[in-house]
T-cell receptor, first 113, second 116 residues
Framework: DAMVIQNPRYQVTQFGKPVTLSCSQT?????MYWYQQKSSQAPKLLFH???????NEADTPDNFQSRRPNTSFCFLDIRSPGLGDAAMYLC????????????FGPGTRLLVL | GNSVTQMEGPVTLSEEAFLTINCTYT??????LFWYVQYPGEGLQLLLK?????DKGSNKGFEATYRKETTSFHLEKGSVQVSDSAVYFC???????????????FGEGTQLTVNP
C-alpha cells in the first residue's frame, strides 16, 4: 500500500544534542510537510517542500532545518534540541492538483532529556 | 484570515449513542474541508473530505456535509463504538500556493471518549 513512513517512532535525545527525524513516502507526491504537535493540540506547520523548493513558516525557529534529497525522502534536523522541543513530529504529503488532501505519517515522538 | 472553530471538548458518550461534533469555518476563497482522526500515539488519519458546497463526505459510518450558507462542516455518526474514541480535527485548505502549499488550517480538536 502507498503510504507515508516515519522513523523512528520514538526518539530520545539529550538537551543540545542534534537529532534527525526521517520521513519517506511511496505516494510519489511532490509536496512534503513537517508539523510539530504538542499534547493533542492542533499540529503546527514548520515548513514544506514543493519538489525541491523549500518554504519556511515565518515563526519556525532557526533551530529547525529540513532536507529533501529526493522525491521520496524528507528529513527534519533539530540542531540543538531544548526541553520545549519535546513533541510529536508529523510528516505529511500532498499532490499539487490532487485535491489538496494531505496524508500523514504515524509521527515520531521526540523526548528531550 | 482563515480559521476553523470546533465545539469544545471533551465529549463523552455511551456506545451506540449519536455523535455530532460541530465545525464552522471562515475562509477567503473556496476551501476544501476535512475531518482527520488521531488515535492515541498515532498520526492523523484522513476520515473524510468535501471539496465543494453541498458535497457530503462519508467514511466508516461518519458523515459531514459542506454547508456554504452556514460555513459549517459538522461531523455526525449514528451509532458510535468504543473504538471511535480519539481526537477529531476539522480542517480546511485552500488551493495550492507555492509559498504555503496546500496549507491546512486546523480546529482545536475534540477529544471523544466512548464508554461501553
Amino acid at each position: 500500500d502507498a503510504m507515508v513512513i516515519q522513523n523512528p517512532r520514538y526518539q530520545v535525545t539529550q538537551f543540545g544534542k542534534p537529532v534527525t527525524l526521517s520521513c519517506s513516502q511511496t505516494l510519489n507526491h511532490n509536496v512534503m510537510y513537517w508539523y510539530q504537535q504538542k499534547s493533542s493540540q492542533a499540529p503546527k506547520l514548520l515548513f514544506h517542500y514543493y519538489d525541491k523548493d523549500f518554504n519556511n513558516e515565518a515563526d519556525t525557529p532557526d533551530n529547525f532545518q529540513s532536507r529533501r534529497p529526493n522525491t521520496s525522502f524528507c528529513f527534519l534536523d533539530i540542531r540543538s534540541p531544548g526541553l520545549g522541543d519535546a513533541a510529536m513530529y508529523l510528516c505529511a504529503t500532498s499532490l499539487r492538483g490532487g485535491g489538496e488532501t494531505q496524508y500523514f505519517g504515524p509521527g515520531t515522538r521526540l523526548l528531550v532529556l | 484570515g482563515n480559521s476553523v472553530t470546533q465545539m469544545e471538548g471533551p465529549v463523552t458518550l455511551s456506545e451506540e449513542a449519536f455523535l455530532t461534533i460541530n465545525c464552522t469555518y471562515t475562509a477567503t476563497g473556496y476551501p476544501s474541508l476535512f475531518w482527520y482522526v488521531q488515535y492515541p500515539g498515532e498520526g492523523l488519519q484522513l476520515l473524510l473530505k468535501a471539496t465543494k458546497a453541498d458535497d457530503k463526505g462519508s467514511n466508516k459510518g461518519f458523515e459531514a456535509t459542506y454547508r456554504k450558507e452556514t460555513t459549517s462542516f459538522h461531523l455526525e455518526k449514528g451509532s458510535v463504538q468504543v473504538s471511535d474514541s480519539a481526537v477529531y480535527f476539522c480542517a480546511l485548505s485552500l488551493p495550492f500556493q507555492e509559498t504555503s502549499g496546500s496549507r491546512l488550517t486546523f480546529g482545536e480538536g475534540t477529544q471523544l471518549t466512548v464508554n461501553p
